[in-house]
């Protein structure tokens, strides 16, 4: 299988502690996407990468979010004192970068985290 | 600031008849690209379906259609023949560099 890989695909955390996902492309795609769901809620955008520059960062990611890409292939996104309202879905998706396929994105299925 | 709205959170229909899904957005934008994304009950989110915005023949892939209206900025999903799998929510994607999704509706095929 040859899709966008995501691990671990849940996670329970006490609030405090720090998590770290990580997102493996689909290899020669250009571009890494990391959103957020919540339960009944559409997908909200965190970051992209384009290689390993990371381009774009939402309001929404928090002094207490980090995500890297270091050799332009996997990335990390890194939760420090995680609490209680960082509890939800955590989607990878890439794409291939360019023209139409731009913005174009496969997902991976996703890393659920709980933080009790 | 770049908005999209799917106004109809829930529908059902029965299996094999035709549904169609709404989406506007607003953008001061005039090179753009709107997908709809299907993601299945606990299962990942899959393409559907993908329009550019310069094009004014409307997406077709099988039973799924786009109703594309630019002047309007409605981008509306049409179903036929629904089947059981097509039990998911939506998203109308609006694709530029704000990557903005819409809220979802949350279809149901009823057997």
């Known amino acids: 299988d040859t899709g966008v890989s995501q691990d671990p695909r849940h996670k329970i955390t006490k609030r405090g502690q720090n998590v770290t996902f990580r997102c493996d492309p689909i290899s020669e795609h250009n571009r890494l996407y990391w959103y957020r769901q919540t339960l009944g809620q559409g997908p909200e955008f965190l970051t992209y990468f384009q290689n390993e520059a990371q381009l774009e960062k939402s309001r929404l990611l928090s002094d207490r979010f980090s995500a890297e890409r270091p050799k332009g292939s996997f990335s990390t996104l890194e939760i420090q004192r995680t609490e209680q309202g960082d509890s939800a879905m955590y989607l990878c998706?890439?794409?291939?970068?360019?023209?139409?396929?731009?913005?174009?994105?496969?997902f991976g299925p996703g890393t659920r985290l709980t933080v009790t | 600031a770049q908005t999209v709205t799917q106004s109809q959170p829930e529908m059902s229909v029965q299996e094999a008849e035709t549904v169609t899904l709404s989406c506007t957005y607003d953008?001061?934008?005039?090179?753009?690209?709107l997908f709809w994304y299907k993601q299945p009950p606990s299962r990942q989110m899959i393409l559907v379906i993908r329009q550019e915005a310069y094009k004014q023949q409307n997406a077709t892939e099988n039973r799924f259609s786009v109703n594309f209206q630019k002047a309007a900025k409605s981008f509306s999903l049409k179903i036929s023949d629904s089947q059981l799998g097509d039990t998911a929510m939506y998203f109308c994607y609006f694709g530029n560099e704000k990557l903005t999704f819409g809220t979802g509706t949350r279809l149901t095929i009823i057997p």
């Open positions: 953008t001061s934008e005039s090179n753009y690209y």
């Open positions: 998706a890439s794409s291939p970068g360019t023209g139409f396929s731009l913005y174009e994105q496969y």
